[in-house]
């Protein structure tokens, strides 16, 4: 009954696992180990020919992450998943397991600072080139796709600008023209299932508010397990020729016996195999325990996160409040069309008095912290034009949606009275 759960509550207390088969354990073990033992020759040959699934090496599959893997798979709504040791690896794996020199994929330029950085730089050296495009423009998407296109990617909710992206208009034209989406789902686990929209291949930070607690680092890719690579074959040849790093499997036709999981099983066998960012065992403990209550967690968000976006656009200092909840317009539409109960913890604004009352603002708080991180159960804050968008040029941040007096909420679940008392204390002093 569980196992079949469509309900997110149950799905992360029960998907993937019921006790531990060797000691009943309820709660998922830590299996810290490395390795683990052959049941004799016959069965080695088998695991590394992918003739049976088993674990092998930590560095390419663990119990612990495997259930971790599971049960994100089934809360999106996915056929697998893939834990890797961050978010910024997720990303890199879910381009690199499509794209090779030469090749290009498009991007909104609306992004995380350091997936930015990423795309338009770090890629660019391994010759993988990022076309940016506006996403207020879905048809931007197809005019910058050429032969060489191997997929599309966007955030859900990219902060700073908060504006949802219009996943299912995007989706339709990706499959139209033969492209998987990708979507970076880190600022709305729960709130937004991208794969029920039409996206292909989700991934996620799960630092963030799966983990909830501000304690790990770690990465999701899930296989939505819908982009039929066959049909497009000349446009994937990572994953329909065969791979001379592999004895020559062809990936869509070696794992088919095990279903529609080509991308995520190459992403595993090959990707993490050869570059090792793996998620430590510890780390998907962690993340397991998170997991339990962030249904709960993203609701409490989002409800104490709506109260205070109300509470600042009353507020004379603040100009502006950026939240999906208090937009007007398409922007909302869009919003409405993919968010369920909320539209999560993120949240900007912009002071009367700019740069230097922001600054004021942030030294004069005393409950949320002043950290460079979001999704956390506590309040965060943070000036982004100064931290977590510097490394970036003044005319990159403003194309990201950073301007000089914007400061960044990550509201958490602290009682709303404690939250709107120390902004209103910190509005005082900016
Ligand atoms: N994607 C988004 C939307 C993020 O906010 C972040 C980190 O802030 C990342 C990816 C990168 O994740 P990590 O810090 O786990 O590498």
């Not at 600072?113 to 770090?122: K, P, Q, V």
């Not at 009352?357 to 004069?364: E, L």
């Not at 100064?386 to 003044?394: A, F, M, N």
Request: aromatic share 8%; net charge negative; proline share 6%.
């Amino acid at each position: 009954m569980t196992a079949n759960s469509t309900h997110p509550e149950t799905i992360v207390l029960h998907a993937g696992w019921r006790a531990d088969p060797a000691t009943n354990s309820v709660a998922v073990p830590i299996y810290q180990t490395t390795s683990y033992q052959f049941r004799d020759t016959e069965h080695a040959a088998n695991l590394f020919a992918l003739a049976e699934m088993g674990n092998i090496y930590t560095r390419i599959m663990n119990p612990t992450c495997d259930v971790l893997e599971q049960r994100i798979a089934a809360l999106e709504g996915g056929v697998a998943a893939l834990a890797l040791a961050s978010g910024q690896t997720a990303s890199t794996f879910a381009i690199t397991n499509l794209c090779q020199a030469g090749d290009n994929f498009v991007s909104s330029t609306n992004l995380y600072g350091g997936t930015w950085n990423l795309f338009a730089n770090t890629l660019k050296q391994f010759g993988i080139e990022c076309r940016f495009v506006d996403p207020e423009d879905p048809e931007a998407f197809v005019r910058a796709t050429d032969e060489r296109t191997r997929c599309w990617y966007a955030e859900t909710l990219p902060n700073p600008k908060l504006e949802a992206f219009p996943i299912p208009e995007v989706a339709r034209l990706a499959e139209q023209v033969g492209v998987p989406l990708i979507m970076d789902n880190t600022s709305a686990p729960v709130l937004c299932r991208p794969l029920a929209h039409g996206a292909h291949i989700v991934v996620y930070s799960t630092t963030k508010f799966i983990g909830g607690h501000g304690t790990s680092i770690g990465g999701m890719i899930v296989d939505g397990g819908t982009f039929d690579w066959e049909k497009h074959g000349k446009r994937f040849p990572l994953l329909t020729q065969p791979d001379p790093s592999y004895h020559g499997a062809v990936w869509t036709e070696a794992v088919k016996p095990l279903g529609p999981v080509a991308y995520i099983i190459r992403a595993r066998v090959i990707l993490l195999r050869d570059i090792g960012a793996a998620m430590s065992p510890f780390n998907a403990f962690q993340f397991i325990q998170g997991l339990e209550t962030l249904p709960l967690r993203m609701r409490a968000h989002s409800d104490n996160a709506a109260a205070v976006a109300h509470f600042l656009a009353k507020h004379p200092k603040v100009t502006k409040v950026i939240y999906p909840g208090q937009m007007a317009g398409e922007a909302r539409r869009r919003a409405d069309s993919i968010f369920k109960h909320g539209y999560g913890a993120l949240l900007g604004f912009e002071l009367q008095g700019g740069a230097e009352a922001g600054r004021r603002f942030i030294d004069a708080l005393k409950m949320f912290y002043h950290v460079a991180n979001i999704g956390d159960s506590r309040s965060l804050a943070i000036h982004p034009a100064s931290t977590t968008h510097s490394q970036l040029s003044p005319e990159d941040q403003l194309a990201t949606g950073v301007t000089p007096g914007y400061v960044r909420l990550s509201v958490g679940i602290e009682h709303i009275d404690d939250i709107l008392a120390d902004l209103t204390r910190a509005l005082e002093a900016a």
